[in-house]
């Protein structure tokens, strides 16, 4: 795991998954699975990113009742505010006290055609209203056997950082081929791009911006396996999509020092 300096991050991604009713009662859960497990939330950050329907009723709860689990939405806007039918401006969710937002998963770079310059845009647009941007980068198993290993997503994350000036950002690795696959990363394949990763910001942005960004890996993390991960170098937290729909198994997660002794 990375230097105790960097606060590790479990961070789920509920993808279109559990509308307003079941978030309230899953957070509820999932903050008193934590809280009975007497979880330190200091010692390992917790996040939920929920659908944007569901955002004001976590909010509404985490506040009420001072729970201490963070929350972010799942994309942005790269526009501040006008005429785009759909589109969430990051002053919303800054609004709602979201810590965090997901930007360029690759979901999205998929499935809505979202190009690097695209995500830098809305990185920059996070960053500008106060939130947090989770920046997705990722290759394809094609990708890292022809171009090599960490290629691919350093490019992915060059772009964000030539447009984006140095700023509070979290970077999540996530290979394709690991994303809800259930074939999560090697530890060592993924320390290797995080590594990299961390490189491209230290070469972009200096060796300070470099030691205090948060670096996850993403790609079918289990309770079974965060272990692993957690003990690179390189790796400060998970991105967790399927698994942080169950709450006991994410919950186990974030309580990844349990059973790894870290
Ligand atoms: C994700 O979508 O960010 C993800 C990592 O999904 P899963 O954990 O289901 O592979």
Avoid at 4 to 17: E, F, H, Q
Avoid at 170 to 181: F, L, M, Q, R, T
Avoid at 207 to 232: C, H
Wanted: with cysteine; net charge negative; hydrophobic share 45%.
């Amino acid at each position: 795991m990375g230097i105790m300096s960097r606060t590790p991050l479990i961070a789920g991604n509920w993808k279109m998954n559990l509308d307003h009713l079941q978030a309230i009662a899953t957070v509820q859960k999932l903050a008193w699975t934590l809280k009975d497990a007497r979880h330190d939330f200091d010692d390992v950050e917790v996040a939920v990113f929920p659908p944007f329907t569901d955002l004001r009723s976590v909010q509404t709860l985490i506040s009420a009742d001072k729970l201490p689990i963070r929350f972010g939405g799942q994309d942005v806007s790269r526009y501040a505010s006008g005429a785009y039918t759909g589109e969430i401006s990051g002053a919303f969710l800054a609004a709602l006290d979201a810590a965090y937002v997901i930007v360029g998963h690759s979901e999205r770079r998929m499935m809505h055609a979202e190009t690097d310059q695209i995500v830098a845009e809305k990185t920059a647009a996070a960053v500008q209203h106060g939130v947090v941007p989770v920046v997705c980068v990722g290759e394809t198993s094609e990708d890292r056997e022809s171009r090599g290993a960490g290629v691919v997503p350093v490019e992915q994350l060059q772009v964000v950082l030539d447009a984006v000036q140095p700023a509070e950002i979290v970077v999540a690795y996530e290979p394709v081929w690991a994303i809800g696959s259930g074939q999560a990363a090697t530890p060592d394949q993924a320390q290797e791009d995080c590594g990299a990763l961390r490189r491209a910001i230290a070469g972009a942005w200096g060796d300070e911006a470099a030691t205090a960004t948060r670096v996850l890996y993403g790609g079918s993390v289990k309770s079974g396996n965060i272990a692993g991960f957690m003990r690179e170098p390189d790796i400060d937290g998970a991105l967790v999509g399927g698994a942080s729909l169950d709450v006991a198994e994410f919950a186990a997660i974030a309580r990844f020092r349990q059973h790894v002794g870290l």
